[in-house]
């Protein structure tokens, strides 16, 4: 008799799960599993936010699973003690194949080539699929057959991949016809650093959010995208990273609302659907470069560049204290509820990367500290764009004036005083720049003269290339 592991990882959901509807399929008996692994975890920077959000999401994807009569085992170990921690548990219940969605990160597809060889050795298929993108690494590919390094002809070349390619979500599966035991879940606790309470943590609430985005943000995404002050992006992050909910549902819930493909979106919508293929970019990126998985710049002759790592500075950016008022709110955004607009991780990643002439790893890691979204590719990307360091990079001549961006996308300072409260004593206009007058209010003054830090860093790119 056949019986079915699924083996879960950054996807905890059940519906329009690959694996999962693939072992369903099966008709016999389906078991789950998840390893957590807090060394290796603690290796790659991950904070308690994300680590006590994930126990949540496990809790809740235990209580799925047991109402489709798959129970989930839960072991501890770490990505070298993978395999055989797995292959205790397929010997102990008798497994005849394990399915997984595939991680593209270097060490999980290490960690999985070791699991695939050590479960194959008893004779247990192992059936991967790719799930996490909406097409997958090394399908979209220049007439070369080589990777695409630029987002824009990345972009149309998978508009036509996607064209030809695309499959709807998989709906949950229906309960499985076998009588079960049920494992105990022990539970393991973390205290969050940021209060991550109002985040969903049930498939049925994100799908819920996913719809309400759907209904009414995508429809003037483009024109709110970079207000920071607007719920005006979907803030479905945290579930797209954890695996809540799967593009493929994003995409299907656009479709529906605006009742025509992507294909035939208006540019407010489809603005939207651009990010999504940002995403897919990014991944593609990691597979097709191993280097950006080990730390290394996109563009080698970056590494050569004389980072300052101002242990003073750096302590004041990352305490919200540099005496710019955009810079803070997104710090105080970042540490106080374990997200960050977009707009703004961009402005504080070119401040720290430009300004301070921080090494943009330091910044990485501190995003991956706190962000409940935090993801290898996009982060690495994020912080690799911001510094110049990457691919399809910001130029390194273009550095973002805080103080103007600020002025643009939030003019009120609605989004400065939500963060900074102190600042509401202040006229809207006068919050970006509070040194620009006398104020006596207990706001710092501006920790560089963003002026002349410009140009130092503009010099120590220049420097690069002579
Ligand atoms: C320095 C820096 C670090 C970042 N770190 C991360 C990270 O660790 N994890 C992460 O998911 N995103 C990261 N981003 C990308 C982006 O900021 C977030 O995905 C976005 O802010 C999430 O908000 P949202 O869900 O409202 O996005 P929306 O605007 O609603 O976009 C929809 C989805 O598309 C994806 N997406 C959007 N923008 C990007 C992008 N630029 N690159 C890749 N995917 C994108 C996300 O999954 C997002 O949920 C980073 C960006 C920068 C500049």
Known sequence: MQHHLVWFREDLRTTDHTALAAACLSEHPVTAVYQRTPETWASFDIGTNRLAYTE??????????????????????TYDGAAEMLADLCKTLGITHLHFNRQYEILERRRDYAVRTRLTDQSIACIEYDDLCLLPPGSVLTAQGTPYTVFSPFKKRWLETYRHAGQGPFRKPAPIPHARTFPSMSAVSHTPESDIHCWAITEDDALARLEAFCQEGVLH???????????????????????????????AAAERAL??????????????VNELIWRDFYKH???????????????????????????????????????????????????????MHNRVRMIVAQFLTKNLLVDWRIGE????????????????????????????????????NPVSQSQAHDPDGIYLTRYLPVLSALPPKARHAPWMAPHGLDYPAPMVDLKATRQRAIDAFKGLSS
Not at 221 to 248: E, H, I, K, M, V
Not at 308 to 327: L, Q, V, Y
Request: proline share 7%; with cysteine; glycine share 6%.
């Open 365 to 400: 890691a501190f995003f991956m500290r706190y962000l409940l979204d935090s993801d290898l590719a996009a982060n690495n990307g994020g912080w690799q764009w911001s510094a110049s360091t990457g691919t399809d990079a910001a130029p390194y001549f273009r550095v973002f």
């Open 221 to 251: 995404y483009d024109s709110q995208r970079n207000a920071p002050a607007l719920p005006g992006t979907s803030q479905l992050s945290p579930y797209l990273a954890r695996g809540l909910l799967s593009p493929r549902q994003c995409i």
């Open 259 to 272: 009742n025509r493909s992507i294909h035939e979106f208006p540019s407010e919508s489809f603005g939207w």
């Open 285 to 339: 990126l990691l597979v097709a470069f191993p280097r950006l998985s080990k730390n290394r710049a996109f563009r080698p002759e970056t590494e050569k560049l004389a980072w300052r790592n101002d242990p003073k500075e750096i302590e004041r950016f990352m305490s919200a204290t540099t005496g710019i008022p955009i810079i803070d709110a997104g710090i105080s955004e970042l540490t106080s509820t374990g997200w």
């Open 56 to 77: 949540q999401l496990l809790n809740s994807l235990y209580h799925e699973l047991n109402s489709l009569n798959i129970p989930l085992h839960v072991q501890t170990t």
